[in-house]
Structures are given as structure tokens and as C-alpha cells.
């Protein structure tokens, strides 16, 4: 499993060194755009609009826009730089919670924590000490350039990190629409539901779900390549062919020149030469 961070997890005077990998990953079948026409893959540019041209990336820089067309252009340098000296600090617990206490709102994204060298009997401790007690830790790390908010838990014998929006992330619930306040339910409607809900009650088993759209989709697209029904994107000519081409049309044009019969000139007609009678002279 790939590893994303190595740090230490610390709470108190023990401190873990622990690896971090990614815990879930996204199965989405990803659709290329090809243009109709060829079946190429289309390209997005990076451009410049007041250069009006494509943009190499040496030739981009971060900025925060504070006003409109307005921005504080930030050096990459000062950015690694305070970004090394948050990754260098231990990653502290500052507090120990109880899960039920935290709202599945704010839950963001889960990493998996395994020892790194040396660690294994901090990692145990710790590890068994959230079991016994029934708590999480609460702390803040630097992932990828971000300070994230995380919980660390136990998840089946691993120690898992899951990352959680700070509260200023979390959209006020007040600023929903067209949220009805409390509406009266009829006692026998109100009864129903319950017992729809009694009757469709169970143990949570994520097994038993699937993602139904992804395997009708993956179906579909087996069985248009089992039908052959697939396409081959276009090669883009080089310059050389595309050089060689305009020759080739050149020459063609040339050669239908010299061979297309030139136009038959109009005959002049031929001019009538006078003559002249001599005169019979008498005797």
C-alpha cells in the first residue's frame, strides 16, 4: 500500500512514528471527450488571455486574489518553506472525545495509520487505550499543503486517521431554504412510518450495497468492445508528412498544368490580295 505521509502521532510524552496510506479510494469509470468528428481526444490548454497563448508551467505562479483583479503573488520558495516547518512539528492529540459526539458532517476523508520503524509497541499502547476507554483523539496535521482537523480511532485493529472541516467550513444550517419549521403529522401517518422503519430495520452490512449505475455501465461498455463497436483515435500528422503532403498537392498541381491542352488559337482569315487589270493598248 502506497504511503502517503510518515510522521509522528503524539499524545503526552509518547510519541508514535507512524506511515500514512489512503484508506478509501474513488472507483468512478472515468469518460474521456473525444471530438466526434476524428475520435481524438480533446486537450485543455492552460492560456492566457491577454497574451492570447498557451502557457508553459515555469511560467506560473500562485497568488491570492484579495480584491477583484486584485492579488498578492506568493514565491514557491516561502510557500515550501512554511509548509516544511508545520510537516516537521509531531502531530499532536490535544483532546479525547467520544465518536457520538461529532456530527458525520464534518467527517472529510480516512487514512489508514501503520507503525513505521520502531513504533509498533507505541502504536499498540495507544491503539489499546482508545479501545478500552471507547474515545477518539482529536488533532490537526498538514496534508498536502492543507491543516486539516483529524480524528484518530481505531477501525478493526488499525488505527485509523479521519480528517474532519474545521467549523467555519460547515455551511450555517440556517441559510437552507424553504426548511419547513414544525409541521403537524397525523397520528396515523406518524404511526405508518414508524413501523416502515421497524420493518426495514437491520444490522449495517455494506456488503450488501453496490454501486448499480458503475456495473450497468461497465457492462454496456464490455459489450460495445465485444461487438467491436470501438474507435481509434486519428495519429496527428507530423510536420515532415504534412510537408510532404503540400509537395505531393504542388507537384499535382504542376503536372495538371503541363498536362491540361492548351487552347486552340482562332484562325485568322486569309486577306484578299488586289489585282490589277492591265489596260489593252490599241495598235
Request: with cysteine; hydrophobic share 30%.
Amino acid at each position: 500500500m502506497h504511503t502517503m505521509w510518515k510522521g509522528t502521532i503524539s499524545f503526552g510524552l509518547v510519541n508514535i512514528p507512524v506511515k500514512m496510506h489512503a484508506a478509501t479510494e474513488n472507483k468512478d469509470v472515468k469518460l474521456r471527450q473525444l471530438h466526434k468528428e476524428c475520435q481524438s481526444p480533446i486537450k485543455y490548454e492552460r492560456t492566457c488571455p491577454v497574451c492570447d497563448r498557451p502557457v508553459e508551467n515555469n511560467e506560473i505562479v500562485k497568488a491570492y486574489e484579495y480584491a477583484k483583479n486584485k492579488f498578492v503573488v506568493l514565491d514557491e520558495e516561502d510557500l515550501e518553506a512554511l509548509k516544511k516547518e508545520q510537516e516537521d512539528k509531531a502531530v499532536e492529540i490535544v483532546d479525547f472525545v467520544q465518536l457520538e459526539e461529532i456530527d458525520p458532517i464534518y467527517f472529510e476523508k480516512s487514512y489508514y495509520l501503520s507503525p513505521n520503524e520502531g513504533g509498533s509497541k507505541a502504536y499498540g499502547l495507544l491503539r489499546n487505550a482508545l479501545k478500552d476507554t471507547k474515545k477518539i483523539g482529536i488533532a490537526k496535521m498538514i496534508i498536502r499543503s492543507k491543516e486539516q482537523l483529524a480524528v484518530i480511532r481505531v477501525y478493526k485493529n488499525t488505527l485509523v486517521v479521519e480528517t474532519i472541516h474545521f467549523p467555519d467550513e460547515v455551511r450555517n444550517v440556517q441559510d437552507v431554504p424553504n426548511v419547513p419549521d414544525e409541521v403537524e403529522t397525523d397520528k396515523s401517518e406518524l404511526d405508518t412510518a414508524k413501523m416502515l422503519i421497524d420493518q426495514l430495520t437491520s444490522e449495517f452490512d455494506p456488503t450488501k450495497y453496490e454501486d448499480e449505475y458503475r456495473n450497468a455501465l461497465l457492462e454496456l461498455i464490455e459489450q460495445k468492445k465485444n461487438d467491436d463497436q470501438t474507435a481509434t483515435a486519428a495519429d496527428k500528422p507530423s510536420p515532415e508528412a504534412a510537408t510532404n503532403l503540400m509537395d505531393a498537392l504542388q507537384a499535382s498541381l504542376d503536372r495538371a498544368k503541363q498536362d491540361k491542352p492548351k487552347p486552340k488559337q482562332p484562325t485568322k482569315p486569309k486577306q484578299k490580295t488586289k489585282t490589277t487589270k492591265k489596260k489593252k493598248t490599241g495598235s
